[in-house]
């Protein structure tokens, strides 16, 4: 077959987090005892009242086409959750509902950013965002940032590469993989900074609701003066909904018609019984603040458990996560110790102690793994148990 075919795709190869979930559902299959703490899933059900919802939807006949930018009392019920819990104030027609906060940061990537246009990623970085950035036919310019930093971008850095062309900024608080959480005022500087260059600023905020001991700022609040913001968001994280696969964008008016028409030719929108229960899960307000803080309890204690058995490791540095629920850990010294990189360390255990982990050169950060806590204490104590005998076979003290 002619390798023309995939032209399209240059280059573009699976996503690292469902690569690594996928071979370990395999060995799954297999029956081998296998620990995946791979995917960034929580694994609570959805909460019932959610659940039922779309049910209820499913049996009211609500099961034709959806409008192309979401139903219309959810795309307001967006904009009223925005103004409650991230001080935002937009209108309905600024929301676009989509096949959850991936295709949003699709949409908006594609829609704002063309051939050439450098767009600044920092890292470590959420997966996709390179191949969306590439699918764009745009230009990802990763900027490092340090542990020192609270792993979070250096202004002068970001202001550097404004000046020199770059035309946005992708944003990720809290952080997957790292776990940073930007403050207000960190926020703010970077909006300033966008703002004296007219750059984008593209705001992935689908960890808001999972921060510890800390709060969420949200571009809706940190931003109002400045309009080239698109806000991203979703249910999957903050609902356990990851199988529903509805998330939201939310930006200018006219940004939002176009990722509205994009969306018209590739997919309509999200199913709409799914829609449905995502309203559910904005509208009631008691039952959905009691699910996120039950989730968000659980995540904490694992967040400790972990945090406390990693730290007791020999060469594994772990940095506490102020939010998401994702454990990024240094594990130099074991790559040295294996003369692999951090890719070889994953397959390594996956093979020797049947433990799933995400390699940090996925995710731009190639001597760290991260290990999600989206899992069962009981799952977590098994995984430190082969991290410990992994320390003492790759000879680390
Ligand atoms: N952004 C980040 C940072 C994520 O971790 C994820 C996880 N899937 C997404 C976006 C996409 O989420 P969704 O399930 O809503 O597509
Ligand atoms: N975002 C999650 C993760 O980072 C789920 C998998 C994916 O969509 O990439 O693991």
Redesign the pocket.
Known sequence: MSVQVYANLGGVEESATLGMTRLAAELKAADLPVISLSA?EPDFATPGFIAEAGIEAIRDGQTHYPPAAGLAPLRAEVAAYLSQECGGAYTPEQVLVTV???QA?FNAIFTLFGPGNRIVIPAPY?VSYPPIARLARAVPVILETTAADGFKPDPDRVAALFRSGARGLVL?SPS?PSGAVLSGAELDRLVAIAAKYDAWIIS?E?YHAIVYNTEHASVAARARDYERVVLVN?F?KAFAM?GWRV?YAVGPREVIAAMTRLQGHINTNTALPCQYAALAALSEREPRQRAIEEMVLAFNRRRDLLLKGVAAIPGLTPYPPDGAFYLWIDAGRWCDSLGANSTGLCMDLLDNERLALVPGEAFGADRFIRLSFAATEEALTEALERLADASVRLGLR
């Open positions: 960034g959850g906060a991936k940061l959420w990720n997957n992935d689908i979703g999957s990851t998330g």
